[in-house]
């Protein structure tokens, strides 16, 4: 099959390419600085051409109100040009419990681009994931300062980004779900107790201070971030993790 991966020069979809590529696939990312824009639909029809399946990895830029636009713009986009290809099949990744978070512009935008695809003209697979462990750091990163770093006792349930990419393009390669496909990470962590194991892991002396005003994921209620009772479950454990990147 061909598959067209847009954002399929970052973290996850370069992973994803070169997944489906060893699976005897042909995958071609497509990106910004391929040539295709996805807000004002340039390269977008030459690079759907042909292709079977169109698994979307695009960002916002932002995490604000912006992400809304950027969604509700990219969207319609690829979806009007998956439509004129003759596409069979979408796919985006989005979060576990996004529209549980209402609090939060982002997740918002999130919601509104799960719902954009749903109501497309195109067979759909939604992939749901936890946090990834890449992004610990920029968590730790938002409320600290030389002595301490101030975390809230948030639930979540984080997970490798290679896992997420081989979910993302395990579920590509299959017939449309028509549905959510959700991964989340093997162990369950407190956000403040992450972030510690986090610190004594790199040699960090700062002190983690449980604050359940800090940060984004202060917007966050209860355990909405972990798996459900029919989530697929990563093989990679944060501690194994981290002593890999060391």
């Given at each position: 099959?061909?598959?067209?991966?847009?954002?399929?020069?970052?973290?996850?979809?370069?992973?994803?390419?070169?997944?489906?590529?060893?699976?005897?696939?042909?995958?071609?990312?497509?990106?910004?600085?391929?040539?295709?824009?996805?807000?004002?639909?340039?390269?977008?029809?030459?690079?759907?051409?042909?292709?079977?399946?169109?698994?979307?990895?695009?960002?916002?830029?932002?995490?604000?109100?912006?992400?809304?636009?950027?969604?509700?713009?990219?969207?319609?986009?690829?979806?009007?040009?998956?439509?004129?290809?003759?596409?069979?099949?979408?796919?985006?990744?989005?979060?576990?419990?996004?529209?549980?978070?209402?609090?939060?512009?982002?997740?918002?935008?999130?919601?509104?681009?799960?719902?954009?695809?749903?109501?497309?003209?195109?067979?759909?697979?939604?992939?749901?994931?936890?946090?990834?462990f890449e992004f610990m750091g920029a968590a730790l990163?938002?409320?600290?300062?030389?002595?301490?770093?101030?975390?809230?006792?948030?639930?979540?349930?984080?997970?490798?980004?290679?896992?997420?990419?081989?979910?993302?393009?395990?579920?590509?390669?299959?017939?449309?779900?028509?549905?959510?496909?959700?991964?989340?990470?093997?162990?369950?962590?407190?956000?403040?107790?992450?972030?510690?194991?986090?610190?004594?892991?790199?040699?960090?002396?700062?002190?983690?201070?449980?604050?359940?005003?800090?940060?984004m994921f202060a917007a966050v209620d209860g355990d909405?971030?972990?798996?459900?009772?029919?989530?697929?479950?990563?093989?990679?454990?944060?501690?194994?993790?981290?002593?890999?990147?060391?």
């Open positions: 099959m061909k598959f067209t991966v847009v954002g399929g020069t970052g973290l996850i979809g370069s992973q994803v390419v070169r997944m489906l590529t060893e699976a005897g696939h042909e995958a071609v990312p497509v990106a910004l600085s391929t040539g295709v824009d996805v807000i004002t639909g340039k390269g977008l029809d030459e690079a759907f051409q042909g292709a079977d399946v169109v698994v979307n990895l695009t960002n916002s830029p932002t995490f604000d109100e912006a992400s809304l636009d950027f969604f509700r713009t990219s969207m319609g986009n690829l979806l009007a040009a998956g439509e004129k290809a003759g596409v069979g099949h979408q796919v985006i990744l989005s979060i576990v419990g996004v529209d549980q978070v209402p609090a939060l512009d982002y997740y918002r935008a999130k919601v509104l681009q799960e719902e954009l695809l749903q109501q497309g003209p195109t067979p759909y697979s939604i992939v749901r994931a936890t946090q990834f990163s938002w409320t600290s300062d030389e002595e301490t770093v101030r975390l809230p006792a948030t639930p979540i349930q984080p997970m490798a980004a290679a896992d997420v990419a081989a979910a993302v393009a395990k579920v590509a390669a299959g017939s449309p779900l028509r549905g959510i496909y959700e991964v989340a990470g093997p162990d369950v962590f407190r956000l403040d107790e992450l972030g510690k194991v986090t610190l004594a892991a790199k040699g960090d002396g700062r002190t983690v201070v449980t604050d359940d005003q800090a940060g909405v971030l972990l798996g459900g009772p029919g989530a697929h479950l990563a093989p990679t454990h944060y501690r194994d993790w981290l002593q890999q990147a060391r």
